[in-house]
């Protein structure tokens, strides 16, 4: 079966760190772009950090610039997401996607809204939760 799989979330106090991760079964992810979204209640999906495939290029949005890194490693095909000094405003179910090139820059990919792109593969989500 073909799917992204998502790992590592869970509870952590305000200033504490997570890294996520997002395997993939079934497939490759050498040739894909992958996005870390997040959403959470009563709000839209927004983009948190991309990254290409042929050359690892990355992009952050706001949220997580200076706290987030995406890095990925093709030989254990994944994808991580390394959070520090987490807030509670970053409480969120995370999910990733994979996008095999349509996207001109991996800035586009995290720029334009989720719910008006069809991505190849999106994983089912875990929960992030920031709280003292």
């Known amino acids: 079966q073909l799917q992204l799989v998502e790992s590592g979330g869970g509870l952590v106090q305000p200033g504490g760190s997570l890294r996520l991760s997002c395997a993939a079964a079934?497939?490759?992810?050498?040739?894909?772009?992958i996005g870390w979204f997040r959403q959470a209640p009563g709000k839209e999906r927004e983009a948190v950090s991309c990254?290409?495939?042929?050359?690892?290029?990355?992009y952050y949005a706001d949220s997580g610039k200076g706290r987030f890194t995406i890095s990925r490693d093709n030989a254990k095909n994944t994808v991580y997401l390394q959070m520090n000094n987490l807030k509670p405003e970053d409480t969120a179910v995370y999910y990733c996607?994979?996008?095999?090139?349509?996207?001109?820059?991996?800035?586009?990919?995290?720029?334009?809204?989720?719910?008006?792109?069809?991505?190849?593969?999106w994983g089912q989500g875990t929960q992030v939760t920031v709280s003292s």
């Open positions: 990254i290409s495939s042929r050359f690892g290029s990355t």
């Open positions: 079934g497939f490759t992810l050498d040739y894909y772009a």
């Open positions: 996607a994979a996008d095999r090139e349509g996207f001109t820059t991996v800035r586009d990919m995290c720029v334009i809204p989720p719910a008006k792109y069809e991505y190849d593969y």
